[in-house]
Every structure is written in structure tokens, then in C-alpha cells.
């Protein structure tokens, strides 16, 4: 039998969570499910593994936003219901990248990219994007392009 695909996994850990009657749980699979229902009926597809974690990626992006937002307006429940939710949907993520890894990454699509200048940048970013994805936060990823570029 082949490996289950990440949407799989994703929904057979709604199924479990529904069955241990995780409230919680239940609710953000539910929505991680549902984007992707979302996106397969509106572009009449099959999401694959590499589109699933592209959906998580800017899913955890859009929370981490919403909870600074929440912190930054004195809503310390709606920050930590963000929180949660951040946490429940990286379980699916690959491991996050070490910052000499991903520094490593950003110097070797330099190189392969023969980049030189930060106007330049997208050619670097198109060969870092699938190497990173789900595994680091690309404006962090962006910042490191651009202060190597400018040294």
C-alpha cells in the first residue's frame, strides 16, 4: 500500500479527534479541511502534497498575523485560541528548518542562481521557495535573501 497523502493524514486525525470528542481539535481540522475543499472545487483539482502544504503555510502566515494583531490590541483569549490553532496545524508541517540550514539554502540558490544584485531576488527565491516550504517563514526567508545580497 502507498503512503498516505498529507491531506489523508489530515483527515483521519479529524476522524480520530472527532471519535476522542476533542471540540477544539475537531473545529480547526474542520477548517484546514475545508480550504482545502475549497480550493479543489473552485479550481476543479486534486490538491497533491506540495499544494496541501503550500494551504497550511499561508493558513499558519494568516494566524500568526491575527495573534499579533490580538496581542497587540489587549485580547490575550483570542491570541491564545490563535495560538492553538497555529500549534494543531503545524503538526502536519515538515520540521522547521535551523537557521544554518536555511542559511545554507539561501547561499546555494545564490550561487546556482548567479545572483548578485537584490533586483534580482525572485530568480534566488524561485529556486529557495520549494526547498523551504512549510518549514520557514518566507519573509524571514526574504530578509536573509536580501541582507546576503546587499553584503
Not at 502534497?49 to 485580547?75: C, P
Not at 548567479?114 to 530578509?143: F, H, N, T, Y
Amino acid at each position: 500500500m502507498s503512503q498516505p497523502t498529507l491531506k489523508d493524514r489530515i483527515n483521519d486525525a479529524l476522524k480520530t479527534a472527532m471519535r476522542a470528542k476533542e471540540k477544539e481539535r475537531v473545529a480547526v481540522l474542520r477548517l484546514v479541511m475545508s480550504e482545502f475543499k475549497k480550493i479543489e472545487v473552485d479550481e476543479r483539482i486534486e490538491l497533491d502534497d506540495s499544494r496541501v502544504l503550500a494551504v497550511l503555510d499561508k493558513m499558519v502566515k494568516q494566524r500568526r498575523d491575527s495573534e499579533t494583531q490580538y496581542r497587540n490590541a489587549n485580547r490575550p483569549e483570542l491570541a491564545e485560541q490563535e495560538a492553538y490553532e497555529i500549534g494543531q496545524i503545524q503538526e502536519f508541517l515538515p520540521a522547521a528548518l535551523t537557521a544554518s540550514e536555511l542559511e545554507a539554502i539561501v547561499v546555494n540558490a545564490i550561487a546556482d542562481a548567479g545572483v548578485s544584485e537584490a533586483r534580482d531576488m525572485g530568480k534566488a527565491m524561485a529556486l529557495i521557495k520549494p526547498q523551504v516550504q512549510g518549514r520557514a517563514d518566507m519573509g524571514e526567508v526574504s530578509k536573509l535573501l536580501k541582507t546576503k545580497l546587499s553584503n
